[in-house]
């Protein structure tokens, strides 16, 4: 099977190295729109419109699937994606959302952490009281993007960061609502301690395809095929440093 | 007198803002391209092709002269715009240097900061080598830009940051290579005290506009007209916010 990715620029990357080391397809076709990124600052009407842009360029690969890694494509247009391709086309939020239900109690708190576009969709909160969960906290982060691409991902300024943002919050849960916050990981679980579960989305996306679409294992090193609308040189740069993986 | 100003996103507000305030022309047509904002991140050549699609933009209102208040434009698509127009093209590069050749000395240690695009074009370097000056220090700061997005302008993550980025250093001048940064002047001037000299792009070009190519005030306030590639609702909201003003 043949998936495409999909993502604003690099961050998705963190989706793919779940995906890789779930053997889950031959192949996979990663689009960046590394020209347009951040899509999390943009309007729901501009990512839809470069959404189905992106979507005519995986037409040429014929995939089986698409999985868009970006949350704020995933919170506002997966309903035109799919009402446009004539393949299965899967987001993070409901996987995100099916993870929190497998990994946390209806009473526990959920803090959900993403980029403004994400948080003010609400896609996140709503599926998560459809599922039974009630004790709910929403909050844009998007600082975290920069911090990520810059590369800092601990010390003074992660810190004063994370308690600008949350103070002396203790959530149960925390929904890492973007593809690049998985990289604050170790930051995060410091800040809330280890009680607190992290749900990322690329584990996520794996046991949903697994678990939800029942598609297994291929006992096979997909094939990588990385594309971005500028300067691929260095989306292939990021990728050979963070999956370690011939691409 | 028509100007139109070119910028990234809702920046360059703060040239704007001078232009105004100087009186230098009857009406200012403001185009922000929010839609593909921001351009400090991205390539010199995605640069030049967003900047000429903004230029043919322009051609529709006849403009008399197009400033770039824009660092990353002026750093690297000014040549092309140029060899494009019809009509002169004025980066915020030139103007930055003349002003810093006004304020300070040639042997005081100047710091230059602004987005990755703006400093690794080195032409701030470059210029002001030209102009004499050779105690430089250049740092891209991009963390600032997201910063101020979001509206942090002081405190604790803005501390951490600046230590982050400038330690001990005591630079005699600052040139602020980005339309944001002179939202965070206060900041600057708390952190290097006093002594240190900053030099804003908005008060740069008008003095430019006026002293290298003879422009003088119109005695009447300008008529703005705002554009924007996504949210022109969003631009009109912050430039009544910032500049209380008309548009």
Redesign the interface.
């Known amino acids: 099977m043949r998936a495409a990715v999909f993502d604003s620029g690099v961050g998705g990357l963190t989706v793919v190295k779940s995906l890789i080391e779930h053997k889950l397809f031959e192949e996979i076709i990663y689009f960046g729109d590394?020209?347009?990124?951040p899509y999390g600052?943009?309007?729901k009407?501009?990512i839809i419109r470069y959404s189905l842009e992106a979507l005519e360029f995986f037409k040429n690969f014929d995939p089986d699937i698409l999985i868009t890694a970006c949350n704020s494509v995933s919170a506002h247009a997966l309903e035109e994606l799919r009402s446009n391709a004539s393949f299965p086309v899967v987001g993070v939020i409901e996987p995100g959302v099916i993870a929190a239900k497998r990994r946390l109690k209806p009473t526990d708190q959920i803090l959900i952490i993403g980029t403004n576009a994400t948080i003010s969709s609400g896609r996140y909160e709503k599926l998560l009281r459809f599922h039974g969960f009630d004790n709910l906290v929403s909050k844009p982060t998007?600082?975290f993007?920069?911090?990520v691409?810059?590369e800092?991902l601990d010390?003074?300024?992660v810190?004063?960061?994370m308690?600008?943002y949350f103070g002396s919050m203790k959530p149960d849960g925390v929904i890492l609502g973007c593809t690049h916050f998985p990289l604050l990981q170790n930051a995060l679980k410091n800040y809330f301690g280890p009680q607190t579960i992290l749900i990322h989305s690329g584990e996520a996306i794996c046991d949903y395809l697994e678990k939800e679409l029942g598609i297994g294992s291929t006992n096979q090193e997909p094939d990588l095929k990385l594309f971005a609308s500028?300067?691929p040189e260095k989306l292939k740069r990021i990728a050979n440093n963070w999956l370690r993986y011939p691409c």
Not at 34 to 37: P, Q
């Open positions: 590394t020209a347009r990124v600052i943009k309007d009407n501009t998007p600082l993007v920069p911090l691409e810059e800092i010390g003074q300024i810190e004063a960061t308690k600008h500028e300067n």
